[in-house]
């Protein structure tokens, strides 16, 4: 079994934090730079259908809005906003790299402009750095749980495969 050190379980928890913030700002290329080039993603929405390779990837994160920055100035442009929350993460060594654990919560934020939060054309000193509660609703919109081989690839930790689901649940892999 391969060790790990500390620098490893560094670059891991970067890893995580990394791959929800390019999911979060709708970075295509950021988001499939956490992924080694052979890798599968299995979310339980997909039984059964889970893309395997950097371009079935490509074509599945589009259909959810992520766009390259090729393609737009605006990654955000159309997209309702949201935040993907990692915590306790688990790493331990295994013989193909690591394997990972976490718990997943996404939480649904309509909107967080200035207008929306009820706070545009005021000052500062007016707003004080926290928009009115009545105006702001965030939902939780999913808790889950990952399930993940990662691997060292050019010096680098990346995600071989993700599993995602409610906890218990088993992939059906055809």
């Known amino acids: 079994m391969a060790e790990l050190s500390t620098g490893d379980f560094v670059a891991i928890q970067q890893l995580y934090a990394r791959y929800a913030f390019m999911h979060d700002l709708c970075d295509l290329e ?4 956490c992924w080694a080039d052979e890798c599968e993603h299995r979310l339980y929405l997909w039984e059964g259908e889970f893309p395997r390779g950097k371009e079935a990837l490509r074509e ?5 809005g992520m766009k390259s920055r090729s393609e737009t100035d605006d990654l955000l442009a159309g997209h309702s ?3 993907h929350w990692s915590s306790n993460v688990l790493i331990e060594p295994a013989e193909h790299g690591a394997n990972g654990m976490c ?4 939480f649904h934020a309509p909107t967080s402009s200035p ?3 009820g706070v545009a054309g005021r000052s ?3 707003v004080r750095g926290r ?6 609703r965030t939902e939780v919109g999913a808790a889950l749980y990952y399930r993940d081989e990662l691997v060292k ?9 993700r599993t995602l689901g409610p906890l218990g649940w088993e992939p059906k892999v055809v």
């Open 131 to 136: 928009p009115d509660p009545a105006t702001v």
């Open 30 to 33: 950021g988001w499939l730079g």
């Open 81 to 83: 906003p949201g935040f």
């Open 115 to 117: 207008e929306a939060l």
């Open 60 to 64: 599945r994160a589009k259909i959810y």
């Open 103 to 106: 718990y997943h919560a996404y």
């Open 124 to 126: 500062s000193d007016e």
């Open 153 to 161: 690839q050019d010096g680098k930790w990346l995600f071989k495969r």
